[in-house]
């Protein structure tokens, strides 16, 4: 039986945390406006399926893992703070120098953009909190298989629809001719914002 109670209370709260920005928005955001809107979408899959972990994680207590061995927590978030720094990084050291022309996407390129979007989502610790968080306040004690899937369906649907509508509003012609316009100087923005991040994560 389906615990409607705790599907609720799951996606009113995980609606309003998914819609704030963060790693995961700055590169959809420049994923689509550099690129196609393919490589996009590959990329929100990406970060969808890493949510669908952190969401299956924490329902089944993970959480108890990282509070009994907390030294596992550390090395997770030095590690995700460390990859988005050297993202951002390499956003801002190669800002400008690829072609104007937004690139034709490929089956190589796809999986690229897909990998991009689990590397920049798992290497989130904040992620990974949120989720506990969420999680530990509305799944009951024991989850029923069907509301498992019902959450597990909450959080593919709100994810997926969140950063589609990123992805597409921002591949639209406008918004990435606008970007092509300032690429060098909006590369140098968003690998700021992304090394700022990583950054604040690490000091946190």
Request: glycine share 8%.
């Amino acid at each position: 039986m389906i615990d409607w109670t705790a599907i609720t209370t799951v996606l009113s709260v995980y609606v309003v945390g998914v819609v704030l920005p963060g790693p995961n928005f700055v590169a959809v955001a420049h994923k689509a406006a550099s690129t196609t809107t393919r490589e996009a979408l590959a990329l929100v899959a990406g970060v969808v399926v890493v949510n669908l972990f952190w969401a299956s994680c924490s329902i089944l207590g993970i959480g108890i893992v990282f509070a009994t061995f907390p030294w596992i927590a550390l090395a997770v978030k030095v590690v995700g703070a460390s990859y988005l720094i050297w993202f951002g990084g390499r956003l801002i050291s190669k800002a400008g120098s690829a072609s104007a022309a937004r690139i034709s996407s490929g089956g190589r390129s796809l999986g690229q953009a897909f990998r991009t979007g689990v590397a920049t989502n798992i290497a989130n610790p904040k992620s990974m909190a949120f989720y506990a968080a969420v999680f530990a306040a509305a799944a009951p004690k024991h989850v029923s298989s069907p509301t498992f899937v019902g959450m597990l369906a909450t959080v593919a649907i709100v994810a997926a629809a969140w950063y589609g509508i990123v992805a597409l509003v921002f591949a639209t012609p406008s918004v990435a001719a606008r970007y092509r316009r300032g690429k060098a100087w909006m590369d140098r923005v968003c690998g700021a914002m992304i090394v700022a991040l990583g950054i604040r994560q690490l000091v946190r």
